[in-house]
């Protein structure tokens, strides 16, 4: 007989004492997954080996396919597989193009990291280009139009703030033909996936000059339409199962050394990777990662510019359309990170050696910037013998201050790469890489991996109201600090009833879907994970002033900063700070400060 668990179908049999055992039957088609053979598909072997697929009633073999995307795109439309695990990118080109697949979900939620490669040492183009700055107008030696080398560059140009038209792109074919370009000076730079490149940069054949992320999550599924019409359930399971092993995969402490083991990598390249890398292998599909990857594939004219339906792109039976943080209308365009660079080419920064105080004025987009970190500092007692953690750390300004100010150890901590990149690129630049480390990543993850009882503060400016776990959050950070450590944020609650509409602006344009109901309530949040409260500081009635004035500064001030910013970004930004100080204007919206302290002993 069979019964219905609640993972899968299940079978009752006989032993051969007449007892009634549960086994997992395998139903339905095999369902062909193809995918790289790279440490990022570890999760299909656990599932394979361990018995997840089979104890969710679905048989999977996992073909793993060298060439990459483009490859396993031509496998899918030949029907000699089912399902593919592949670069985003790439996925939603061939559909925009007229293809009948379809994303199932996100597989690998975290970006891939590119390496800029200029000429190496020896090479007769040596020293020709010294940053990334020195790029601007230049070549970029990519391995064909519309391919990941060329995106990247067009991303890369968006981020600072360049023309794309100014750009040449010479065709190199693959890696050894961008090696080549740039050591005989028939390109200035190439960008290619970093764990490929890191071996000629240690070798001395290229020197690497910076990096750059995807702004989107870099592996998604795909399956085409047929497919997922004669084998939905089947799917379904198979789904089931995988996020189930990638689970597995970031729960268990040994993992990084079986990777390293079985990939054949040196063990801290493995754990560097494993500290930031989310395989969250789920339904969602992010709204504004998409619209990310197809304003860049606009931008290297692979796509027409047309109005999308981001719907079309997924199939509905199997994935979901989720907005999160990058739907915000701060952060689905690169707007921060191309304002920050037009303003520090202008005011002479835009490469070499600075101090920490020349970024000052550029790099601390929280609610009274510096004056804030001075009183966290002293509230929170940090010295420079402090370790903190920033968690929402953005473009590095506050770590970097309380670093080079205070002296004290700070890890930085930022879900969005764009942001995280330029953080850590200026950090560099300021000399403050001992002290600060820059990690990008969603903290509910990357704070697992973290050594607990270990940090003096954990500080956040205007980063928790995007959290939709809040009470896990406050658990982690409880974790992680030291007994008689400090937990600080700056952050919103709820001082009255919001309206529809004024839900829909926190949801849609600042990427708050729930808030405490006053400053109780936050305090009894923080109390539950196990904190002290030392104080909560209701400071609506300052912020209410200063977005108030925020937006009448910025209009006083239009014509200089559509000069620097560009009149788009400047229209987008004074937008998000209008709609920011019209909630606070409306009375509903509540502004608060808390510090909570992990109490000493039992």
């Known amino acids: 007989m069979s019964v219905l668990g609640s993972t899968g179908l299940f079978y009752l049999d006989q032993d051969e004492d007449g007892h009634a055992s549960k086994r997992a039957r395998t139903t339905g088609a095999k369902i062909r997954v193809c995918g790289v053979p790279e440490h990022f598909n570890m999760p299909w072997h656990i599932a394979t080996e361990r018995g997840i697929f089979a104890k969710h009633g679905v048989d999977v073999e996992f073909i793993e396919e060298a060439c990459g995307t483009g490859a396993m795109i031509a496998k899918l439309e030949n029907d000699e597989v089912d399902v593919i695990v592949a670069l985003t990118e790439g996925l939603v080109l061939k559909i925009l193009g007229g293809s009948d697949m379809r994303l199932l979900g996100t597989y690998v939620g975290s970006p891939l990291c590119w390496a800029i490669s200029a000429a190496g040492q020896s090479s007769p183009a040596a020293g020709r280009i010294k940053s990334i700055a020195d790029l601007e107008g230049g070549k970029f030696g990519v391995s064909r ?29 693959g890696i050894q033909g961008l090696l080549d370009g740039v050591n005989d000076g028939s390109s200035d730079a190439f960008l290619w996936e970093t764990f490929t490149t890191k071996p000629y940069h240690d070798s001395g054949e290229v020197t690497r000059i910076g990096d750059i992320s995807t702004p989107w999550p870099c592996f998604m599924l795909a399956a085409k339409h047929t497919t997922v019409t004669a084998k939905l359930d089947e799917l379904r399971s198979m789904l089931t199962a995988v996020h189930e092993a990638a689970r597995i995969f970031h729960s268990e402490s040994h993992m990084p050394a079986t990777v390293a083991k079985r990939y054949n990598l040196k063990a801290e390249d493995a754990l560097a990777w494993f500290a930031t890398v989310e395989i969250q292998a789920d339904r969602f599909v992010a709204e ?315």
């Open 288 to 602: 504004g990662a998409l619209e990310r990857v197809v304003d860049a594939l606009k931008s290297t004219g692979a796509v027409g510019d047309v109005a999308m339906d981001f719907g079309t792109l997924i199939d509905p039976r199997v994935a979901e359309i989720k907005r999160d943080i990058r739907s915000m209308k701060l952060y689905n365009k690169p707007e921060l990170v191309t304002a920050l660079h037009r303003q520090l080419k202008k005011a002479g920064l835009a490469s070499g050696p600075a101090n920490y105080t020349d970024f000052v004025p550029f790099d601390q987009h929280h609610y009274h910037g510096t004056d804030a970190v001075n009183e966290t500092v002293a509230m929170a007692g940090i010295t420079a013998k402090s370790r903190v953690i920033n968690v929402g750390s953005g473009l590095g300004g506050p770590a970097r201050y309380l670093a080079g100010k205070v002296g004290c150890q700070v890890l930085a901590c930022e879900l969005l790469d764009d942001l995280h990149q330029s953080a850590k690129e200026i950090t560099e630049r300021c000399s403050l890489g001992e002290k600060v480390l820059h990690l990008s990543g969603n903290f509910l993850s990357v704070g697992q991996h973290l050594h607990p009882n270990v940090y003096d503060s954990i500080v956040s400016w205007l980063t928790v109201l995007h959290i939709e776990r809040r009470s896990k959050f406050f658990q982690i950070a409880y974790s992680l600090l030291r007994p008689g450590g400090v937990f600080f944020a700056a952050d919103f609650f709820q001082l009255g009833k919001l309206t529809s509409d004024e839900w829909r602006v926190l949801k849609e344009d600042v990427s708050c879907t729930s808030l405490v109901g006053s400053v109780d309530e936050y305090k009894a949040q923080l109390e539950a994970a196990g904190f002290k409260i030392r104080e909560a500081k209701d400071v609506t009635v300052d912020w209410r002033q200063y977005t108030s004035d925020r937006v009448d500064n910025f209009l006083r001030d239009q014509h200089s900063l559509e000069a620097v910013m560009g009149p788009e970004i400047y229209a987008s930004l004074l937008k998000f700070y209008t709609a920011i100080r019209d909630l606070y204007q409306g009375g509903n919206l509540g502004g608060i400060e808390i510090y909570a302290e992990k109490p000493l002993g039992w």
């Open 145 to 173: 139009l519309t391919s990941g080398s060329h995106l990247m560059a067009t991303v890369l140009a968006s981020e600072r703030g360049w023309s794309p038209a100014q750009l040449e792109f010479p065709i190199h074919g």
